[in-house]
């Protein structure tokens, strides 16, 4: 297999780096802006092959993984199809998939193109911090055409698989309209809860101050890239404008409520929101963590990841809880895998500690 890339930011890094753990013999095309991301890929044994431009050296390439922001990878697509055979799969990882689609149809490239969404990432950026893990257990998006072959969909199902991901297969609309209610409408919103606290706090700032537990877990993303968000909003604008006009007409009724103190009706809205979200499966997501209550003192926590780490398991992310309001335990551990969240019960439970499991 020779598979390409253009783009080797923390996404397409990511991919390469698991290929290269995962199917070592793989021969790793590459462009990137950037040279010297290049270049340390090559040190890193990651990439085989650097390009010094995307206009020729993908011609071999059996998949090629277009690795860059959504409005950028339309522009690769021209550049491609003069290179490629026609038994290449083109696939991209961009959180929307309208555009790509459309600019694949126009150019005639329907029988090559699996549009991909790895629904994975991190607050850090580029190749540095591209992990192999980073798509372990996470859902991987795969909207194949109607003219791809079924065959060539069901081999990029199982290479997606292979990799640690949990491939799933659907149509653009369907990927753009699931996208628009769990990520992008969450985002506005997240957005519009920190610009009204913003402008509603006092001089003393004492909001920004206390904001802690709830506020903090549900505006986290607000911290994400701006630009990045300006350009998801641009791209799938009529499915977020869509869902963000019934959210609106929600958000009213519930306001309606609350004015006149219906609190058979509040009650309701709580209830059935508790039940749908009690209905979520962690596990089924590939999310393993727990719980863990710890003393207030210092080196408590270093304890805990010394414990671990003595014993060979690894932390995915680990991060003291600071409101308990909602959580069981003050210190939350993320796992890798299940087997290593297990691990963690019982030499945590061993070591005389409190654990909830999630």
């Known amino acids: 297999m020779t598979?390409?890339?253009?783009?080797?930011?923390?996404?397409?890094?990511?991919?390469?780096?698991?290929?290269?753990?995962?199917?070592?013999?793989?021969?790793?095309?590459?462009?990137?802006?950037?040279?010297e991301v290049l270049k340390q890929a090559i040190l890193d044994d990651v990439v085989d092959i650097a390009l010094p431009s995307p206009e020729e050296g993908f011609s071999d390439c059996d998949i090629i993984f277009i690795c860059v922001p959504v409005i950028k990878a339309l522009d690769y697509l021209p550049i491609l199809k003069k290179q490629i055979k026609p038994t290449c799969i083109l696939t991209d990882?961009?959180?929307?998939?309208?555009?790509?689609?459309k600019a694949v149809e126009e150019m005639g490239l329907t029988r090559q193109f699996i549009g991909g969404h790895p629904m994975t990432g991190s607050e850090k950026t580029g190749y540095a911090n591209?992990?192999?893990?980073?798509?372990?257990n996470a859902y991987y998006m795969l909207t194949p055409t109607d003219d791809v072959d079924p065959a060539q969909t069901e081999f990029m199902r199982t290479y997606i698989a292979d990799l640690g991901s949990?491939?799933?297969?659907?149509?653009?609309?369907?990927?753009d309209r699931v996208v628009a209610g769990v990520s992008h409408l969450p985002h506005l919103i997240s957005a519009s809860l920190v610009n009204l606290v913003h402008e509603v706090d006092a001089e003393d700032h004492l909001m920004k101050t206390v904001a802690a537990g709830g506020f903090r877990d549900i505006t986290r993303i607000s911290s994400s890239?701006?630009?990045?968000?300006?350009?998801?909003?641009?791209?799938?604008?009529?499915?977020?404008?869509?869902?963000?006009?019934?959210?609106?007409?929600?958000?009213?009724?519930?306001?309606?409520?609350?004015?006149r103190s219906d609190s058979d009706e509040l009650l309701s809205i709580f209830t059935e929101c508790k039940e749908f979200r009690d209905s979520f499966s962690s596990r089924a997501r590939g999310e393993y963590r727990l719980y863990c209550d710890v003393a207030d003192?210092?080196?408590?926590?270093?304890?805990?990841?010394?414990?671990?780490?003595?014993?060979?398991?690894s932390i995915k992310n680990i991060g003291v809880v600071h409101n308990r309001e909602f959580e069981e335990g003050v210190l939350q551990i993320n796992f890798y895998d299940r087997r290593s969240m297990l691990r963690s019960i019982r030499k945590l439970k061993g070591s005389g500690y409190t654990i909830y499991e999630s």
């Not at 923390?10 to 991919?15: A, E, V």
Request: glycine content about 10%; aromatic content about 6%.
């Open 3 to 35: 598979v390409g890339f253009i783009g080797l930011g923390l996404i397409g890094g990511s991919i390469a780096k698991a290929i290269r753990d995962k199917m070592p013999d793989t021969i790793i095309v590459a462009y990137n802006r950037n040279q």
């Open 297 to 313: 003192e210092y080196g408590a926590i270093a304890r805990i990841a010394g414990l671990l780490a003595e014993n060979g398991i």
């Open 93 to 101: 990882v961009g959180s929307t998939k309208t555009a790509i689609h």
């Open 166 to 175: 949990l491939p799933l297969v659907l149509n653009y609309e369907q990927h």
């Open 225 to 259: 890239s701006p630009e990045m968000w300006q350009e998801i909003c641009l791209a799938n604008g009529p499915a977020i404008v869509d869902l963000l006009d019934r959210y609106i007409t929600q958000l009213t009724a519930y306001r309606d409520a609350v004015k």
């Open 130 to 136: 591209g992990n192999l893990l980073l798509l372990e």
